[in-house]
């Protein structure tokens, strides 16, 4: 079989093309984090998902197929905010994880002892599956959202992490607000 210079530099281009559209290149997720997260700020959302979430097709919405474990990835997303000076998490998981049995999801009690683990002292809040892809549609019409999907194949077991302003909390804006409201009555 005789292969042309031309056929060959074809399939090597339509190959690396290939793994950078499926998002699996060795560590392409984490340069991909590296890259987006001083791009974002607050109001994007940063997702870190089992096998079976759905590809939603909201333009704001990038889907990135890691091949790693969910909760390698859940930490190394954590650090990547924590080293940030402009963001802060505000984290959500499905509010039907707790009630997921073990004999229907083998797997699901140890994943949530070692989600427990890393989420440990974090204000972690829980919302309906349902709800939170609707959030995310909805967001992603107007901001951006990095969804990273992982290996795991267990149900209810999404990471949701909400970008806020890291430098600017909610007690400052409220006083803000209050300030200018009053500012406005004189």
């Known amino acids: 079989m005789i292969f042309s210079v031309k056929s060959i530099a074809v399939g090597l281009v339509a190959l690396a093309l290939s793994a950078v559209l499926s998002g699996c290149a060795t560590g392409s997720w984490k340069q991909t984090l590296h890259t987006e997260l001083p791009r974002m ?30 909760i ?3 930490k190394a997303v954590l ?13 959500y998981t499905d509010s039907e994880l707790p009630f997921v049995s073990e004999n229907r999801a083998p797997g699901i009690d140890a994943y ?22 609707t959030k995310l549609d909805e967001g992603g019409k107007v901001f951006h959202v990095l969804l990273l999907k992982t290996n795991l194949a267990v149900p209810y077991t999404s990471v949701i992490i909400n ?16 300030a200018i ?4 009555k004189k």
Do not use: F
Not at 181 to 184: A, E, L, P, W
């Open 41 to 70: 700020g607050h109001r994007n959302w940063i997702v870190i998902a089992d096998s079976a979430y759905p590809l939603q097709t909201s333009s704001g919405i990038t889907t990135t197929v890691t091949g790693d474990d969910q």
């Open 72 to 74: 390698e990835v859940v």
């Open 163 to 178: 970008l806020d302003c890291g430098y600017w909390s909610a007690e400052a804006q409220q006083e803000l607000t209050t």
């Open 79 to 91: 650090a990547e905010i924590e080293s940030s000076r402009h963001v802060r998490p505000m984290i």
């Open 112 to 133: 949530r002892e070692s989600l427990a683990k890393v989420l440990a002292g974090k204000n972690v809040q829980s919302l309906p599956h349902e709800q939170i892809i």
């Open 181 to 184: 409201q009053k500012s406005d």
